[in-house]
């Protein structure tokens, strides 16, 4: 299995701009995650989806971030418009139901936002 | 106060020691207790977990819940260079909704 697929891994851009995150979960896997992760703050769930449904998005810091799950292989995380605050480590996650405590990180996309 | 408390580190000790990690936490609720390894700008891994309270032991690895104390640990025993990493705890009440600590940084060294 590939595990969990993100992309861009990198992504520099300049405040105001959009940005989107996207990622693959593993394959069979209902629980998709979106993660954010910094010095200050540590790791930061933002929200969740379990088959392709949003159940918990307390997480997600403003309006200016939303997250959608088109179908079972794919999900995105939109930033608009972009703030140098938003700098951060951004990990995408799934899991299955009947093994809920194995979440399965992808690599990250590390945004830095000028 | 943070639910889950966690000292940073770094923590940095010869090959072959013991280390102890620890993480202290606030909501009486939780049943589910995790530890994850994350390697350098790489995603967190599952290393250990633990429902409700007791031990448990994986090789070098032993998880401890205390529930009475709010307190679980990580101990690793005979510490090797490759055990090199950040190690987060990480709690749940239940279901999927885990809760990380800042993640301790150790560093084993030859």
């Known amino acids: 299995d590939a595990g969990v697929i993100q992309s861009p891994r990198h992504e520099v851009t300049e405040m105001g701009q959009e940005v989107t995150l996207r990622c693959k979960p593993i394959?069979?896997?209902?629980?998709l995650f979106w993660y954010r992760q910094t010095m200050m703050r540590g790791l930061e769930l933002l929200i969740y989806f379990n088959n392709n449904v949003p159940i918990d998005d307390s997480g997600m810091p403003e309006d200016r971030f939303s997250a959608k799950m088109p179908n079972a292989s794919f999900s995105t995380l939109k930033i608009q418009p972009s703030e140098p605050r938003d700098s951060a480590v951004y990990f995408c996650?799934?899991?299955?139901?009947?093994?809920?405590?194995?979440?399965?990180f992808g690599p990250g996309t590390r945004l830095l936002v000028l | 106060q943070k639910e889950v408390e966690q000292d940073p580190g770094p923590l940095s000790v010869p090959e072959g020691a013991i280390v102890s990690l620890n993480c202290t936490y606030s909501?009486?609720?939780?049943?589910?207790f995790m530890w994850y390894r994350q390697y350098s700008r790489k995603g967190p891994e599952l290393l250990m977990y633990t429902y409700s309270s007791g031990n448990k032991e994986d090789g070098r690895f032993t998880a401890q819940v205390d529930k009475s104390s709010k307190y679980i640990s990580l101990f690793i025993r005979d510490s090797q260079p490759s055990d090199s990493a950040t190690y987060l705890c990480?709690?749940?009440?239940?279901?999927?909704?885990?809760?990380f600590g800042p993640g301790t940084r150790l560093s084993v060294l030859p």
């Open positions: 996650a799934s899991s299955r139901t009947n093994s809920q405590e194995t979440q399965y």
């Open positions: 909501n009486s609720a939780f049943q589910y």
């Open positions: 394959s069979g896997h209902d629980y």
């Open positions: 990480a709690m749940s009440v239940g279901g999927q909704n885990f809760v």
